[in-house]
């Protein structure tokens, strides 16, 4: 993704929502100017979603979670690991 003047990290925690988080993640890309990063979080067991994500989206970092960790401990784990101080954060609903 392009670096910008001020680097952008969007987060978006993700459950069970294959196609509102596709949508979602689409939308974020289509942000001027974009991300210079996009994290998604979700719980291990939501292997269908993480395989869309995967098979659409191949650039993402994904952030998986044994357990369900609830959108507030996704958010989280995802600003403990962006790589921007500026974050700015979606939900699959978004």
């Known amino acids: 993704m392009a670096q910008g003047a001020y680097p952008v990290t969007a987060m978006l925690p993700a459950h069970a929502r294959v196609e509102k988080t596709l949508e979602t993640i689409r939308q974020i890309k289509a942000c001027h100017p974009p ?11 939501q292997s269908e979603l993480r395989e869309a ?6 650039d993402l970092r994904l952030l998986l ?3 369900n960790l609830g959108p507030g401990g996704a958010r989280n784990k995802m600003l403990a690991a962006a790589s921007h101080e500026i974050v ?7």
């Open 65 to 67: 979670s044994e357990e």
């Open 53 to 58: 994500i995967q098979e659409e989206h191949p």
């Open 35 to 45: 991300a210079d990063e996009i994290i998604v979080h979700l719980a291990a067991s």
């Open 88 to 94: 700015a954060s979606f939900d699959d609903d978004s």
